[in-house]
């Protein structure tokens, strides 16, 4: 299951490297900086703990968070959110 999101992660940076709007880098190396760590840590919430009871995680609101976090530490220059 991380391994699985670790790879969605990497190919939304990887395409938006292509289109010009993320620095060169690599993808997979950006989807473990911390602030990625979240949307990780979220997926594996809802999957393991939300099934046993556990109060679910919105993460569509946890992963729009974590695009303003990351954006302008990632965007190429010139590039807008």
């Known amino acids: 299951m991380i391994a699985r999101a670790l790879t969605v992660v990497s ?3 990887a395409r938006a490297q292509a289109r010009g709007e993320v620095k060169a880098g690599d993808p997979r ?3 473990f900086r911390p602030e990625s760590r979240r ?3 979220g997926v594996i919430w809802r999957e393991t703990f939300e099934p046993v009871g556990a ?3 919105d993460l569509p609101a946890l992963a729009g968070q974590h ?3 990351v954006l302008t530490g990632m965007l190429a220059a010139g ?3």
């Open 11 to 13: 190919g939304v940076i």
């Open 29 to 31: 190396a950006y989807a």
């Open 39 to 41: 949307v990780l840590l």
């Open 55 to 57: 109060d679910p995680i």
């Open 67 to 69: 695009v303003e976090t």
């Open 79 to 81: 590039a807008r959110p």
